[in-house]
């Protein structure tokens, strides 16, 4: 088997297909039993061998078990096999029609190959059998979120992040973060994230985290330099583009193999060149003070 892999987008989209993928399966049901776990672990990881190894000897000895068939079918998404995936979801669902994973899974399925129409069936079969159900409604966001339906998206976020206000996951902060990143709220959403990466739980779900924050604090820096006040505005703007720079190297040193990195990189790039443009001869520290560790704070308007 082999971890599928995809490109990076602009700064208001990711590549949906892979990630909406990457955070539905990072919301896995709960697990029982020391191959269960093991199989989940291997799947944060990105180890789609042994967690298929592992979910294997799951059914191996309960045939039927709905988190088994349910998680094979994940492993075998995240390995871009699609049809094998299916099979397991399908499987689970004759077996167990209401549970709500496999219903998940086979709209992940339709996702990723750009069937939306059946993607959304498939989540409000989902809706229906488990009304509700963080993860659920959790997907049927991101859906939204990748069919262009921003402020829908965000409502259903907002309601996850509200209701788990204590210790709200971090899937569901980085949700927030994209889906108001796509309406423009760009502070907003660096504010989210930094929240996602603070709550995450792994170090995959962490580099998630820092690479939405990374997208949204090098969006703030649009439009914020004027190159008849280049002292007022690029070292802030620089600050901030300092700060992404940042949260990849944080990415980097954590392991996680995260294909759109590259891009990012040369996006923060091209931000900084802008700057360069207008101002040339700038950098953080000269000619004005920063934007402290990148929060916005100091940016012009």
């Not at 259903?156 to 108001?180: G, I, K, N, T, Y």
């Not at 007022?232 to 700060?243: F, N, W, Y």
Request: aromatic share 4%; proline share 5%; net charge negative.
């Amino acid at each position: 088997m082999g971890q599928a892999g995809g490109a990076g987008g602009g700064w208001r989209a990711l590549s949906w297909s892979l990630a909406v993928l990457v955070l539905m399966v990072s919301l896995l049901v709960g697990c029982r039993g020391g191959q269960a776990r093991e199989a989940r672990a291997a799947m944060e990881s990105g180890d789609l061998v042994r967690a298929e190894a592992a979910w294997r000897a799951v059914l191996a000895s309960a045939p039927e078990d709905a988190e088994a068939l349910e998680g094979l079918g994940w492993t075998w998404q995240l390995a871009g096999q699609p049809e094998e995936a299916r099979r397991s979801f399908d499987q689970c669902l004759a077996l167990h029609p209401d549970q709500p994973g496999c219903l998940r899974g086979m709209a992940a399925t339709a996702t990723a190959e750009g069937n939306t129409a059946a993607a959304r069936r498939w989540l409000e079969a989902a809706l229906r059998a488990a009304p509700a159900d963080p993860k659920v409604r959790h997907s049927l966001g991101l859906l939204e979120l990748a069919t262009g339906q921003p402020e829908s998206a965000l409502g259903r976020f907002d309601a996850l992040v509200q209701e788990s206000a204590e210790a709200p996951r971090s899937e569901f902060l980085q949700a927030q973060a994209e889906a108001m990143l796509a309406l423009g709220r760009a502070e907003d959403a660096a504010a989210a994230a930094g929240r996602a990466v603070d709550a995450a739980e792994s170090d995959r779900r962490r580099a998630l985290a820092l690479t939405t924050r990374a997208r949204a604090l090098a969006a703030m820096t649009a439009d914020r330099v004027d190159r008849d006040d280049c002292a007022g505005t690029a070292p802030a703007v620089l600050a901030v583009l300092e700060e992404a720079d940042r949260n990849l190297d944080r990415v980097l040193a954590l392991g996680v193999p995260l294909p759109e990195l590259p891009e990012l990189r040369r996006q923060v790039q091209r931000r900084r060149s802008v700057v360069d443009d207008l101002c040339p001869g700038f950098r953080t520290g000269q000619g004005g003070q920063g934007g402290g560790q990148g929060s916005g704070q100091g940016l012009p308007g």
